[in-house]
């Protein structure tokens, strides 16, 4: 997670009704696919948006109006989009389900859209049917939106003999952009029958480009810095119990059991510094998850409520897994100076048909689960998304259980910036009463209320570090502090 941003969160009193919080893990959907499932194919506009509170959840409702029709509505018509959460304070709803595509009005999107039993739509394969329209370097581009998003996919190695499997590889969300005008001539050929390679493709652009502009200011949801979530159960020695569905997770023996127990175990005091308790509570027969709260934590291996929508496909790939917080209380607290709601309930759902992706694969599937159960527990990531630094930057921040994007499969485990981050949250001595209202880069901040974590300042010397971190002098200006503040770095 962000541990800078910690010191930063607005002490915002609000009452609402839910604040939930969910991340998912996807397989990337080629975009013939895109086209070649979806029921509609519109370039539209934003024309109103509206939060509701639906059987089954929040959900925004975006009503489009039509610009371009390649498959469904004519221009001009108007068509309902629902996205799975929103915010609307004012009527108590507050709900965050990362990875979903937001639009604001006014924005022009690119929609690949599944019909939904009530005549509107939803986006295919959850946020990967979106597409933003922005301007880059002098042209139309396409986005796509979603960011709290990291893809699994299998890489084949170089060489291997017939046994031996391509190993799993988890990177971030592709926000490779692309041409308007040469994306839509693609798609409008493929709707003819024209099946021929993609052209529109952008390369990267340049520092002063990379930057791409909105057509109009991007809608800002409530997330991570402005309220913090966490269990209160730990602080006095309870335990947050999980339940699994009795079904299991198909492909392996017990049905993953051994794979979530590993993943639980993760986050363990001897392993993650604090009073994380994560318990069994047995298999249930309950299918509610992310649609009525029902008083348990539960990992479904099957998603019995279409939450994710398309099953997963093993020849075009999909969503993989969402999971996250389900129901918090209402009221916000001030804990350690810090906005703070207690989670009360939280969810993991693996998608269907998911078994030929994973073929057994226990240190992959106890990876991913350990991962979810970070945020279960509030943590965002440590690198890899538009709210977080980039993992290139630091190793550190880039051998995270929590990061956004992983090259490498190596099962249920945290590492020195995922034990800072629980410490941070969980931690009642982390962080000493005197240095609540002290914030990072003050004068011996690292000293008196460190250890610092990375892009956290001011430290005297290396001692002053989290882990492997080091004391680097006078660089605070790459860190948003004054240019001679010594910032905790990766070596």
């Given amino acids: 997670m962000s541990h800078r941003s910690l010191a930063f969160i607005c002490f915002t009193c609000l009452l609402v009704a839910a604040v939930e919080a969910r991340a998912l893990t996807y397989v990337p959907v080629s975009d013939g696919d895109l086209v070649d499932r979806s029921d509609v194919i519109v370039r539209a506009e934003v024309a109103s948006v509206r939060v509701t509170d639906e059987t089954g959840g929040v959900t925004t409702a975006y009503r489009f109006a039509v610009l371009e029709s390649f498959k469904g509505p004519d221009p001009g018509a108007e068509l309902t989009v629902h996205v799975p959460g929103g915010i609307d304070l004012d009527d108590g709803l507050a709900v965050k389900v990362f990875g979903t595509p937001e639009f604001s009005t006014g924005q022009t999107a690119l929609l690949f859209l599944a019909a939904r039993p009530d005549h509107g739509y939803r986006v295919l394969h959850v ?8 301007i880059a370097a002098g042209r139309r581009v396409f986005e796509r939106p979603g960011v709290e998003a990291f893809a699994v996919e299998r890489v084949a190695p170089l060489t291997r003999s017939r046994t031996e499997r391509a190993p799993l590889r988890i990177r971030p969300a592709e926000r490779v952009p692309r041409d308007g005008a040469l994306f839509e001539r693609w798609i409008a050929d493929r709707l003819a029958g024209a099946h021929r390679a993609g052209d529109y493709l952008m390369p990267e652009l340049p520092a002063s480009e990379s930057r791409l502009q909105p057509l109009v200011s991007e809608f800002t949801y409530l997330i991570g810095d402005d309220l913090l979530i966490r ?15 009795q079904d299991g997770q198909e492909g392996f023996s017990k049905g993953g059991s051994k794979e979530f127990k590993k993943a639980r175990n993760a986050w363990k005091k001897r392993h993650s510094g604090v009073p994380i308790k994560l318990s069994n509570r047995g298999a249930t027969s309950s299918t509610t998850g992310f649609t009525v709260s029902d008083a348990r934590n539960t990992l479904l291996h099957r998603d019995f409520n279409d939450s994710i929508g398309e099953d997963f496909d093993c020849e075009e790939g999909g969503v993989l897994a969402i999971g996250g917080l389900s129901a918090t209380d209402l009221i916000p607290v001030i804990w350690k100076g810090l906005a703070t709601v207690a989670a009360r309930e939280a969810e993991i759902v693996m998608n269907d048909a998911i078994d030929c992706f994973l073929e057994g694969d ?33 190793e550190f921040l880039a051998d995270a259980l929590m990061v956004a994007s992983l090259d490498w499969i190596f099962g249920a485990e945290l590492h020195d910036d995922d034990v800072l981050a629980a410490r941070q949250l969980y931690d009642e001595d982390f962080w000493a009463a005197a ?21 956290q300042g001011n430290c005297r010397n290396d001692s002053d570090c989290f882990g492997s971190l080091v004391c680097a002098k006078d660089v605070g200006a790459g860190f948003g502090f004054d240019a001679n503040t010594d910032v905790c770095t990766a070596p």
């Fill in 127 to 134: 946020f990967q049917g979106a597409f933003l329209e922005r």
């Fill in 231 to 245: 269990w209160f159960d730990f602080d006095d020695g309870d335990k947050v119990g999980w339940h699994r569905h």
């Fill in 362 to 394: 226990k240190k992959a599937v106890a990876q991913i689960y350990a991962h979810e159960l970070g945020h279960t527990l509030g943590l965002g990531h440590s690198c890899g998304d538009s709210s977080s630094p980039k993992c290139s930057k630091s």
């Fill in 435 to 455: 240095c609540e209202k002290r914030v990072p880069g003050a004068k011996s901040f690292c000293s008196k209320c460190g250890p610092c974590g990375e892009g």
